[in-house]
């Protein structure tokens, strides 16, 4: 187990509100990754992280943004969440300083339905 | 065409048998795959990585990448019940250094 912790596990909400998943990893890493996954699309990269404070965007980011105050937590906010944004979405830590190079760990997910 | 693609499936293999998949992917500079495997309603994990051509084996799985061609396989030997899951190929492309994913290759290992 590569020590990464997602909460909550399950979550629905109503189109419109504000949604936060929380990533929290024990090993140290300095690479962080969101991605969602849905039939037909596969793994797809929502923001990334290098370290404290230091985020980018993947190819889906629009209407999510993300924070990592600590190197432990990643925290990703879905600003107005809506029903195309139901999906799981999968946090994950490099297994070595190389970003995009390395192999990942991924946490439990976390399964979202907006309605 | 899609960045990396890999036949859907189902992947019908009998136990004991070998079961071969494909990845093919479109940028000619890409430099690191990926396999992992993700049993329904599970996380991704991590089966193989190779970063060479040629082959790559750890126990029974084997990962064979042909740059020129831009294809990696991942090879299944005695395939077993447990190994029925979803096999997903990722590929850090050259452009942009994104690890991009396809969308996988469901197997189902028969008795």
Known sequence: DAGITQSPRHKVTETGTPVTLRCHQTENHRYMYWYRQDPGHGLRLIHYSYGVKDTDKGEVSDGYSVSRSKTEDFLLTLESATSSQTSVYFCAIS????????????????????? | QKEVEQNSGPLSVPEGAIASLNCTY????????FWYRQYSGK?????????????KEDGRFTAQLNK???????????SQPSDSATYLCAV???????LTFGGGTRVLVKP
């Open chain 2, 92 to 98: 850090t492309l050259a452009a942009g250094n994104k």
């Open chain 2, 68 to 78: 020129a061609s831009q294809y990696v396989s991942l090879l299944i030997r005695d």
């Open chain 2, 43 to 55: 996380s991704p994990e991590l089966i193989m990585f190779i970063y060479s051509n040629g082959d």
């Open chain 1, 95 to 115: 297994a070595t300083d190389r970003i995009f190079n390395s192999p990942l760990h991924f946490g439990n997910g976390t399964r979202l339905t907006v309605t």
């Open chain 2, 26 to 33: 479109s940028d000619r500079g890409s430099q690191s795959f």
